[in-house]
């Protein structure tokens, strides 16, 4: 089984501050990782995902993540922020038996201020 | 026209009477789950279905019951809807095969309210 843990329930930022989001996750298996991003009223979509290989995984809007798996960590970042980055992001796992169902976090609201 | 519809994206009811929400795909993927979100909660995995034969329960079933109609259908029913089933209910599908990350793509949501 694989648990997520968000460490900041909410972070808010001023607009062009830079930003991270904490992600640990713990699992007895290799996992894939993702980070999807959920704008009001709307359903969640892929923000990144790693898989394998180089552990620093870029993705849409300039977001970036770094896979460290000593720290079990897939923390989310981006160096300068927008008022439309406002929204929840999940960090989520799966198994990569193929066999698997994602677990997710409970979510961190950014609120980007002006 | 998106890939993973919802229907009713909103719906209020009382105690008591049968609700379904239903879930429709256009990507051809086998895999499909329910989630409901809650705030603070995350998603919770009410059921999934690895294909149209294959139903299982995830981590809150209890209350819930689906219908796999077709490999693009998928729906979820409320027997005796209940006001701590109020929450914000998604569906998405995934693909399957070696290799297949298994990321995840969301309809819109289905907000119930149970009066």
């Known amino acids: 089984a694989q648990s997520v843990t968000q460490l900041d329930s909410q972070v808010p930022v001023f607009e062009e501050a830079p930003v991270e989001l904490r992600c640990n996750y713990s699992?007895?298996?290799?996992?894939?990782l993702f980070w999807y991003v959920q704008y009001p009223n709307q359903g969640l979509q892929l923000l990144l995902k790693y898989l394998s290989g180089s552990t620093l995984v870029k993705g849409i809007n300039g977001f970036e993540a770094e896979f460290n798996k000593s720290q079990t960590s897939f923390h989310l970042r981006k160096p300068s922020v927008h008022i439309s980055d406002t929204a929840e992001y999940f960090c989520a796992v799966i198994a990569n038996t193929n066999a698997g169902k994602s677990t997710f976090g409970d979510g961190t609201t950014l609120t980007v201020k002006p | 026209d998106a890939d993973v519809t919802q229907t009713p994206r909103n719906r209020i009811t009382k105690t008591g009477k049968r609700i379904m929400l239903e879930c429709s795909q256009t990507?051809?993927?086998?895999?499909m789950y329910w989630y409901r979100q809650d705030p603070g909660l995350g998603l919770r995995l009410i059921y999934y279905s690895f294909d149209v034969k294959d139903i299982n329960k995830g981590e809150i079933s209890d209350g819930y019951s689906v219908s796999r109609q077709a490999q693009a259908k998928f729906s979820l029913s409320l027997e005796s809807a209940i006001p701590n089933q109020t929450a914000l209910y998604f569906c998405?599908?995934?693909?399957?095969?070696?290799?297949?990350?298994?990321?995840?793509?969301f309809g819109e949501g289905s907000r119930l309210t149970v009066l």
């Open positions: 998405a599908t995934s693909e399957a095969g070696t290799g297949v990350a298994g990321e995840l793509f």
């Open positions: 990507k051809g993927h086998d895999r």
């Open positions: 699992s007895s298996v290799s996992v894939y």
